[in-house]
């Protein structure tokens, strides 16, 4: 049974699926990556590293939850299986060799100002296709992304 959303075009319903599904594959593989750092995570710092990593981990699991609720919403299909996740995530691939501290943090650093980049563009894509809601919930996905990079970044001072 179709959703049918007041106000919305079926332009506007089909770019915000696709925009949420590419931005759901990057908030997965990078909120994958923060994990990675997580358990690999060696160095001076250990536990304000350790457990800064899992705050970053579940500010990307609440938007992950947003993003993939909105999909059905609209009456998409929200994919987040690790094998959609791994072909459609355009987010570099995150090294597996990393232990120091620093270094997981410089590769998360960049992960996460690319999807910053990748976010506010998704913002201007469903607000200019007439989805305010959506371009809503990129909006908050992309203050929380450039405060955890704040957060991450300052570790490097």
């Known amino acids: 049974m179709a959703v049918e959303l007041r106000g919305l075009t079926d332009n506007a319903r089909k770019t915000s699926i696709s925009e949420l599904n590419e931005r759901l594959a990057d908030s997965i593989a990078l909120a994958l990556a923060v994990k990675q750092a997580h358990w690999n995570v060696k160095g001076r710092n250990f536990i304000a590293v350790h457990e800064l ?11 992950i939850d947003v993003m993939a609720e909105r999909v059905q919403q609209l009456d998409g299909v929200a994919v987040g299986t690790a094998q959609k996740v791994a072909v459609a995530s355009g987010l570099q691939e995150y090294p597996t ?34 989805d305010a809601d959506t371009a809503d919930i990129f909006t908050a996905a992309s203050r929380t992304v450039d405060k955890d990079l704040w957060f991450m970044e300052s570790h490097l001072e």
Request: some cysteine; aromatic content about 4%.
């Open 53 to 63: 990593f899992d705050t970053v981990h579940n500010n990307l699991r609440e938007h």
């Open 97 to 130: 060799d990393l232990a120091k501290a620093e270094d997981h943090i410089r590769a998360l650093c960049e992960r996460y100002r690319e999807h910053g980049e990748k976010l506010r563009l998704a913002i201007d894509a469903t607000d200019e296709a007439g």
